[in-house]
């Protein structure tokens, strides 16, 4: 019997051994093709040789400094990298040690800011339905997915939630792209005059929706409506690219794409790629010179903030991005698969929508390609899938819809950034098996 408090205590899990590239092997020697990236983590595929001696170095020379008494240069030459390369505006780097804490970061920065600058009415958050910003009380608080929120929700602080831009299901007849965009700005517009503009702190949203929804982009305009609402109201904006940043769509920041800069952007998963724990909030200059000028002091804090190892591997992870092309790889693998999946699956009876940008595809499944009907979630389709694609080497992101079928199951892809064009074979074969076998 595991001592290990597993995630799910009904299941028996394979032992992983070694990572090789793209694959994963367990101690059985069976080796599974990682089109996931674990939890779109792996963005370098497994045993990058560069980012083990990174991380060899550091060890060797100083693994972890705590905060409060030093800095350490990998943590200052990778917040030079990430604002060198990111949106205009952003100045600063807080580092945390993931997603969730990145978020957590984020919303007391937003708080505190408020505070600095004699606003300390504004408090309350906007974020979209059916949306994921991690575990911590306060990032669940944010997201909108009833089905990890429902136990918790009397510990929950309050969040308004808006619809998503989630054009597949969102979009009415007749409705252009533009209209739909306009729509969905107004109901944020809406909510705000309702709680009252200067009640409100921040508005989060994830630029490409990721594990809820399975990589929805945007429809064009959808982000600079949001942000010329915010900038009105003088409201912060809050992009989480936990999930979508550092490479995912093909751009070092999704946020890029969209043409926005955010006040605040979060990122983890790919920032050190699974080599460390690791995430980050990047904070803009407006945010930084309030709190520096004024109470000097960001009352925030965890023991490894900063970690020095865990930034020495986000660094060496970041440098080969760069120095092996990996961005434009991205771009053109992306289309590939996307390529394949449509060919594959392009019509298929209980496949309704393929989508995402870059490396980040997404397949929603449905009962009924015409209506959209989804799967009844008792099924458990995105579970079945999940195991029948082990069962056959393959590591895909299924997920379940809403609760009250307002969206299907779905299957997540983010495989690494180094696959070469016979993966993407191997991936499309496998996860059609995968779908086989779990319909
Ligand atoms: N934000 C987004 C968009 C995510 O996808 C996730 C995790 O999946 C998180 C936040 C939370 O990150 P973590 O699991 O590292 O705490």
Same mark, same amino acid.
């Given at each position: 019997m595991s001592h290990v408090f597993h995630r799910n205590l009904t299941q028996r899990y394979p032992m992983a051994v070694k990572g090789e590239g793209p694959y994963l092997i367990d101690s059985q020697g069976k080796r599974y093709l990682d089109a996931s990236g674990g939890a779109a983590v792996s963005c370098l595929g497994h045993s990058d040789a560069d980012v083990?001696?990174?991380?060899?170095?550091?060890?060797?020379q100083v693994a972890y400094a705590h905060t409060s008494f030093f800095t350490t240069?990998?943590?200052?030459?990778?917040?030079?990298?990430? %604002? $060198?390369?990111?949106?205009?505006?952003?100045?600063?780097?807080?580092?945390?040690?993931?997603?969730?804490?990145?978020?957590?970061?984020?919303?007391?920065?937003?708080?505190?800011?408020? %505070?600095?600058?004699?606003?300390?009415?504004?408090?309350?958050?906007?974020?979209?339905?059916?949306?994921?910003?991690?575990?911590?009380?306060?990032?669940?608080?944010?997201?909108?997915?009833?089905?990890r929120r429902r136990q918790f929700e009397p510990l929950l602080i309050n969040v308004s939630h808006v619809s998503p831009c989630y054009a597949y299901r969102g979009l009415r007849p007749g409705e252009t792209l533009e209209g739909y965009a306009i729509r969905l700005a107004a109901e944020l517009e809406e909510e705000i005059q309702r709680l009252g503009?200067?009640?409100?702190?921040?508005?989060? $949203?994830?630029?490409?929706?990721?594990?809820?929804?399975? $990589?929805?982009?945007?429809?064009?305009?959808?982000?600079?409506?949001?942000?010329?609402?915010?900038?009105?109201?003088?409201?912060?904006?809050?992009?989480?690219e936990v999930m979508c940043g550092m490479g995912r769509t093909g751009t070092l920041f999704a946020a890029e794409q969209e043409g926005v800069t955010a006040d605040l952007i979060t990122v983890a998963k790919g920032l050190g790629a699974g080599y460390q724990p690791i995430g980050a909030t990047l904070v803009s200059r407006r945010i930084h010179e309030a709190i520096a000028n004024g109470s000097g002091f960001f009352q925030h804090g965890h023991t490894y903030i900063g970690h020095a190892t865990a930034c020495a591997a986000a660094l060496a992870v970041q440098h080969a991005i760069e120095d092996r092309h990996l961005l434009p790889q991205v771009t053109r693998l992306g289309e590939s698969l996307h390529e394949r999946l449509v060919e594959r699956f392009g019509s298929h009876p209980h496949i309704?929508?393929?989508?995402?940008?870059?490396?980040?595809?997404?397949?929603?499944?449905?009962?009924?390609?015409?209506?959209?009907?989804?799967?009844?979630?008792?099924?458990?389709?995105?579970?079945?899938?999940?195991?029948?694609?082990?069962?056959?080497?393959?590591?895909?992101?299924?997920?379940?819809?809403?609760?009250?079928?307002?969206?299907?199951?779905?299957?997540?892809?983010?495989?690494?950034?180094?696959?070469?064009?016979?993966?993407?074979?191997?991936?499309?074969?496998?996860?059609?098996?995968? %779908?086989r076998d779990a319909l």
């Open positions: 083990i001696e990174a991380v060899r170095h550091q060890i060797g240069e990998p943590m200052e030459a990778l917040a030079d990298h990430l %604002i $060198a390369r990111a949106p205009e505006g952003l100045e600063s780097v807080y580092f945390v040690s993931g997603g969730s804490e990145a978020i957590e970061a984020a919303l007391k920065l937003a708080r505190q800011y408020f %505070i600095e600058i004699g606003q300390p009415e504004r408090k309350h958050l906007i974020a979209r339905r059916q949306s994921y910003h991690g575990n911590t009380l306060g990032a669940l608080a944010t997201g909108g997915n009833e089905w503009p200067e009640n409100v702190m921040a508005f989060v $949203a994830e630029p490409v929706v990721g594990a809820t929804l399975g $990589a929805v982009t945007a429809v064009p305009d959808y982000f600079t409506r949001v942000r010329e609402i915010c900038d009105r109201h003088g409201i912060l904006m809050i992009l989480d309704g929508d393929i989508r995402g940008r870059g490396m980040f595809r997404g397949i929603e499944l449905v009962e009924d390609r015409d209506s959209k009907q989804p799967f009844d979630p008792e099924l458990k389709l995105h579970a079945r899938i999940k195991k029948a694609a082990m069962g056959h080497g393959l590591m895909c992101y299924p997920m379940g819809g809403t609760l009250d079928g307002r969206s299907g199951d779905h299957i997540l892809l983010a495989p690494p950034f180094i696959l070469e064009e016979p993966h993407l074979d191997e991936l499309t074969d496998k996860l059609d098996h995968a %779908i």
